[in-house]
């Protein structure tokens, strides 16, 4: 009557807990354009109010007397305009308003004027035009209102020139102390860099290759043959670059590979994305702190239409350190904060007003944008909207320290825009800087900031600690004095007690703390059951269940809103299932001792650990902060790794074997677990063909006689 009563209790709570494993679907959108859009933590497309809208367009075929090929753009402190035009060998200067103003066409050197010669890039500040003369491998330095010559930085000589590649400068830029950093075409090494007074200094920030375990073992093992037959180990070159206030320096790549972009944006790893922000040494310091690196589109396929990575080529970097990118691969621009966060993304490929047929260069006028397309031999100025402003507007408050303007911004978007989740961190950062740290988690946890939801978890507790230290220090005392009595009567109790549930945790800890003396008990002292087996087995169901749906949120990898719990845990039932079937259908090759109950029965009892301490751990790690992450993960292992030690003893109790047949048991076991799993695939395509033929004879059937 007991069993059947506990039994019945088991399977209530089974249903009550498969209800609750399953996914609850929350989608969250914003009203906007569908072209203008964002990512949250899961990768999910959020839409977004369109972020800039089109002022001006003009075509530059328009500004001079022959077919334009424009390749770069800049800008100065002025908001005048300068285009780089290789065809027409000059420099466009225009004003804001797109008007032409007058153009660069030639330089003086030796005392004779000479014309640039296919100029390919250009950059203005401080007063400066600096012209990368392409095809005469040179930079020309000139005032932008006399025009003069002021400098003429030629290729380093072959003494300081270590690249077998030619220099021919194709982008510019410069610092605030006058260093001129250059990309030089097909050039590896890294950016060129030039002082003031032109001299070469040296290369910048080569990007490092990590070659594969093939490649090490040619080059240590391998014949000189084969040495010389494999593939040179050559870093990939820069695109292009821009020097911000700080002196550091925005560099962008093409050449890292879909497969790399999309591991950097799956694994949520900068490594591998194209864009660096480099500081004096060539380290990359570019901060990474939104939910992806700065790689651009992160749903994409790899093969097939319209597949491949977003591909930049240009970067413009506007107030406040807000970082824009223009991808050439989809025609789109994606801005982000100094710290990474994804702000918006709008444009797109075609021919109409505000998309873009093959843009080449993007700059910042104040906070307008204006974008170059070659092929359209068009330039565009976009204004912002009142979206934008109020985002640019919570970054300036935020950069002048106005934080109460800068919750005002943040909280007037996410009233007008719910579910933008910049406006979202904001609002909890401004909480948090306030030290209304309880108030912030909330923020911080529907924006899945991790980090910021530690740091604030961890200053509320000490706020607590200071605030009740005495109280705190005596309530941990008598929690631990509490817990060793408590469990000593508990332990006690489940000695004496004379029901299933407590005989078969006792013989669980028994066999936990002496596996091999407990396990020869449950084969040849029949001191195991079935009974209290499958109670173990049942209970390690549901308690994976719990704790997969009640994961402490800092250490949680799932989205559970689209997690079904129940299916992964009943494919670890099945893996289980398996594993007792494939242990029994070898137990006779082996010459084992023990019957498909033995396997079952001292299988399940090798669940102990797992079933005392998994939900103890689970509530501990509720109190744990992300510096701690790593006991949380350890202690979970150590029981995963117990268990194992577990099967192992009792596989060697029960069949009586060495450690050696041991061993090679549970290794075919496994691959007997993955045959079986091929057959059962292998069968169930079969029977949907056989199905799929059936039905199909039956449909002709109907068809042919009705």
Known sequence: MKTKKLLNFILALITVISLLALPVCAVEELDGDSSSYIYDYWGNTVSTPVPYETEINVCIENLGNSTPSITDMASDSNNNIYIADSANN????????????????????????????????CWAADGKLYVANTADANIVVLDINTKETLQIVNAPSNEEWSSTVDFVPIRL???????????????????????????????????DVDPSAWDIFIRTFGTKKMKNESLQMIPTEFTNLYCNSEGMVYAITETVSDVEIKGAATGRNAKDAPVRLLNPLGNNILKNNGYFPLVGDIDFKLSGENSGASRFIDVAIGENGICSLLDRKRGKVF?????????????????????????????????????????????????????????????????????????????????????????????????????????S????????NKSYYSKAYKNLQAKFAEKYLVGVVIGAVLAVVGLFFGLKHLIRYVKTANNTVCKTLAFGIYTMTHPFDGFWDLKWENKG???????????????????ERLTPYLFSSKNLSQTNTLISTCSLLIFFILWIVASWCLTTLFDGK??????????????????????????MGHFLTLEMSALYSSLHLIIIVYCLFLLVAGTISVHQFTLGRTVLMLVASVLGIVLMMFLIILCSGLIQNIVDFITQIIKEITLRYS
Request: with cysteine; aromatic share 14%.
């Open 335 to 439: 801005t982000y904060s100094a710290d990474g966060d994804l702000l918006y993304i709008f444009g797109g490929l075609g021919a109409g007003i505000g998309s873009f047929e093959q843009p080449v260069s993007m700059v910042y006028i104040g906070n307008k944008l204006a974008v170059l397309d070659q092929a359209s031999k068009e330039i565009t100025l976009f204004k912002t909207t009142a979206f934008t402003e109020q985002v640019l507007g919570a970054y300036k408050a935020h950069e002048e320290g106005d934080f109460e303007k800068e919750e005002a911004c943040w909280k007037a978007l996410n009233q007008k825009f719910s579910g933008y989740d910049p406006a979202i961190l904001g609002i909890g950062k401004a909480l948090y800087n306030r030290g209304e740290y309880k108030a």
């Open 594 to 619: 023990g019957s498909m109950k033995d396997i079952y029965v001292y299988s399940c009892y090798a669940l102990t650990p797992y079933v005392l301490f998994t939900l103890p751990i689970l509530a």
């Open 90 to 121: 000059c420099i466009w200067q225009l004003n804001e308003k797109l008007e032409l103003i007058t153009s660069f066409e030639n330089y003086i050197i030796s005392g004779q004027q000479k014309p640039f010669n296919a100029c390919e890039g």
């Open 529 to 547: 059951s079935v009974k209290g087996a499958t109670f173990l087995l049942v209970s390690a169901f549901i308690i994976r269940i719990i704790s």
């Open 173 to 207: 830029s410069t610092d605030k102390g006058g260093r001129i950093y250059c990309v030089s075409r097909n050039q590896t090494q890294g950016i060129v860099q030039f002082s003031k007074e032109g001299r070469f200094i040296g290369f910048l920030g080569a990007l």
């Open 441 to 448: 988690l909330e923020y911080f946890k529907l924006t899945n």
